[in-house]
């Protein structure tokens, strides 16, 4: 019978790391007498990062006193001791490759159930000092486990255990950690898991995207349970020439390329939705810049076109208005992205503004193409007619698709602008605008412009009723960041090269950052280079467990300091444990 060794709580608070301040709630201290299991947590206790950690299906976290041993040991170390990895309840028993998802246990008046293993991410090792501490949670099979509670009430150190019911289906935590983060990932033990009740929802919905992986249902590599978006090959390494073939003005100040293989043969098909990476000579003598552009003609065509805002500062946008012509040829990465069409049959909700219509437009060309009867709302937002792209072209587009609805808004119409011809309203697409509109709030949604625009009309489209997981949003830029845990993230300027002397090493560029710097041997990993660039990155493990750095490689090679659990899909990079092996182009 195990035996309940410690009831460990604590208190968010802000801890110094790397020049960063982290609030956790990862400090837990052992406690004496009785303490009340709630149906959150411990009376006394608290979580920092609730995305995270915490809530129903985790509020009580349970490790092992013989782990803590094992640790002692691979370091070398005899001052581990109860709550030093976070625990709230630390345990003599319930190993992990014995306890079951969906075990119940009755401790004092109350009665868990087990729900998950433990999502490791860099806190785990915060405290105890070891960097490296969420890989090896999971490669020795010692991550420990949350339970919910069914039934509130005290617990105290030195009780009994008791196991009360079986799990169905027999998977044990070591096991269900398996499932999700190391290679192999069965269907059969996949749907085993997906029987289990009591398994929490964030886990089922990673199995079920490997499942269907597995199963071919979704055209996905790597790990999808963990990545949560479809990644395909590109369909070809590095950087192609592509010859100019057209070039047309959309707009005042936007220019649109067409794209083709110079011997002529059809391009690869990408997905409505996706984006290419140029390179071109535009910066001082004439070294290579490299910057990201949305597709925006039908998927199947036989090129590839981009179209190109000029901005007064703009040293890429300046050169591909007064230099590129018909005959040139572009250095092109293969196409990318996720930010595509879901199947389906639901309405489909359009948002643009400015140049950012063009990947809805794509959008719009792949469904006349293929779904000529679904439900469309296209909704742009321009300054006038004249700083309108694709006017003409989305009009021809939506007249040739019954079920479509359209709303285009410009906020200072010209006068030779048309009411109910060339727009529909003045005034901007905001979320008066939208809330207005009554929307079809079973619709998946798709919005693209300005950062701001795409937060303040996501919030609105989430107020309408739209299911969040259905609002979809693509930047021009960077994407936003994924930073768990730390303050005062967000408040950084734009991207920049790093303080201090310039590196040595090979050249990285940030394609979407619009940044180009040498790499310098200071740097642990590029995850770190692009830090001190205020490159915005997203990542929890930094130990190439989670995946949740994994990028875009466009070009060039890396390599890796810890072997990755389960490598990245390819054409992708881990970022916190990949250093350049030559220079790079990350899709970042």
């Not at 948002?351 to 909704?379: C, E, I, Y």
């Not at 003409?392 to 359209?406: I, M, T, Y």
């Not at 969040?468 to 090269?497: L, V, W």
């Amino acid at each position: 019978m195990a035996t309940l060794v410690s009831v460990n709580v604590g208190m968010p608070k802000d801890v110094p790391w790397k020049g960063r301040t982290v609030h956790t709630g990862a400090w837990k201290e052992p406690v004496t007498g009785p303490r009340l299991l709630r149906r959150l947590n411990i009376d006394g206790d608290g979580q920092g990062d609730t995305a995270g950690h915490g809530g129903e299906n985790r509020a009580v976290l349970v490790y092992q006193l013989a782990s803590y041993r094992h640790w002692a040991r691979e370091f070398g170390r005899d001052d581990l001791a109860p709550g030093m990895l976070g625990e709230n309840l630390t345990v003599d028993g319930m190993a992990d490759d014995e306890v079951c998802i969906g075990d119940r246990y009755r401790i004092g008046d109350a009665v868990v159930e087990v729900t998950q293993p433990r999502v490791t991410c860099y806190r785990a090792g915060l405290r105890i000092g070891e960097p490296r501490m969420a890989a090896l949670l999971v490669a020795h099979r010692r991550t420990g486990f949350y339970c919910r509670v069914l039934t509130e009430g005290e617990i105290e150190a030195g009780q009994d255990i008791v196991k009360i019911a079986d799990g169905p289906e027999g998977v044990t935590v070591a096991e269900m950690d398996g499932l999700l983060y190391l290679p192999g990932h069965s269907p059969e033990d996949l749907r085993r898991a997906l029987r289990i009740p009591a398994l929490s929802p964030g886990w089922q919905q990673s199995l079920q995207s490997l499942l269907d992986q597995a199963d071919g249902t979704t055209e996905v590599l790597g790990n999808s349970g963990l990545t949560g978006v479809p990644v395909r090959a590109p369909d070809w390494p590095g950087f192609r020439p592509l010859r100019v073939a057209a070039t047309h003005a959309e707009s005042r100040h936007v220019r649109s390329l067409l794209l083709v293989n110079p011997d002529g043969t059809p391009l690869p098909e990408w997905a409505a939705g996706q984006s290419i990476t140029v390179r071109l000579p535009a910066g001082p003598d004439r070294a290579p810049l490299v910057r990201n552009y949305s597709l925006s003609n039908g998927p199947g065509t036989s090129g590839y076109r981009i179209a190109v805002k000029r901005e007064s500062a703009g040293t890429v946008s300046t050169y591909v208005h007064e230099h590129l012509d018909v005959g040139d040829v572009v250095d092109v990465a293969a196409p990318r992205g996720s930010f595509c069409l879901t199947a389906g049959a639901e309405p489909i909700l359009l948002l643009s503004a400015g140049v950012g219509v063009t990947p809805v437009l794509s959008m719009l060309h792949h469904l006349r193409q293929t779904q000529p009867t679904r439900t469309v709302w296209w909704l742009h937002g321009a300054r006038n007619g004249a700083e309108h792209p694709f006017a003409a072209e989305a009009r021809a587009l939506l007249d040739q698709l019954p079920n479509s609805r359209a709303r285009v808004f410009y906020s200072r119409p010209s006068a030779t602008d048309r009411i109910g011809t060339d727009y529909d309203q003045q005034g901007h697409l905001d979320p008066d605008a939208v809330t207005a509109l009554r929307l079809p709030r079973d619709g998946s949604a798709y919005l693209c412009g300005p950062a701001s625009f795409m937060d303040q009309l996501g919030a609105a489209l989430q107020a309408c009723g739209l299911d969040p997981a259905k609002i979809h949003a693509e930047t021009f830029g960077a994407r936003s960041a994924i930073t768990p845990g730390i303050t005062g993230d967000g408040e950084s300027g734009p991207p920049h090269r790093p303080d201090g002397p310039a590196g040595t090493g090979p050249t990285i560029a940030f394609a979407r950052s619009a940044l180009s710097a040498p790499w310098g041997s200071s740097y642990g990993s590029i995850l770190e280079f692009a830090e001190a660039c205020d490159v915005p990155t997203r990542w929890s493990c930094r130990t190439g467990v989670c995946h949740t750095c994994e990028t875009g490689l466009l070009a060039g090679q890396v390599s890796y300091d810890l072997d990755p659990l389960e490598p990245p899909a390819p054409g992708n990079v881990l970022l916190c444990i990949a250093k350049p092996a030559e220079p790079l182009v990350l899709d970042l």
